[in-house]
């Protein structure tokens, strides 16, 4: 994405393709939560780093450089329709997942909160 954020800032069209697919990506985990998963062993993030990256954190990685790139004034407003598309979904619990954690990814770029005040309410 480093490389070509000439024409994401130019083709608001193709960042907002980009930025769906990444969502699906995001949306492309198991369904079934296994009890592991709710009830985390004590040390569970010691072994985050061994080579294995899933996909909601691939995709939070993909969010994070495409803000870097092509900047917060050109993806926000599409985040943020993505983010209220995806928190609307009340059928799915993996949408509303992948759509709280690409919320995540943004603050580090907001230095105005009226730059997701549309997503704030959705969330809370």
């Known amino acids: 994405m480093e490389r070509v954020p000439a024409v994401a800032k130019k083709n608001a069209e193709f960042l907002k393709e980009l930025i769906q697919l990444i969502f699906q ?4 985990i198991d369904e079934d939560i296994e009890e592991e998963w709710m009830r985390p062993k004590e ?8 080579g294995e990256e899933d996909n909601v954190n691939f995709g939070k990685g993909l969010i994070d450089k495409i803000i870097s790139a092509v900047g917060d004034e050109k993806c926000l407003p599409i ?15 993996r949408f509303k997942n992948a759509g709280l954690m690409a919320f995540s990814q943004v ?8 730059k997701i005040g549309q997503m704030v309410p959705i969330v809370v």
């Not at 990506?25 to 492309?28: G, K, R, V, Y």
């Not at 993505?82 to 009340?90: C, F, M």
């Not at 603050?107 to 009226?114: K, P, T």
């Open 43 to 50: 040390g569970f993030r010691d072994n985050e780093n061994d």
């Open 25 to 28: 990506l995001m949306i492309d």
């Open 79 to 93: 985040l943020s329709e993505a983010v209220q598309g995806t928190l609307a979904n009340e059928n799915d619990w």
């Open 107 to 114: 603050g580090e770029y907001i230095d105005d909160i009226s």
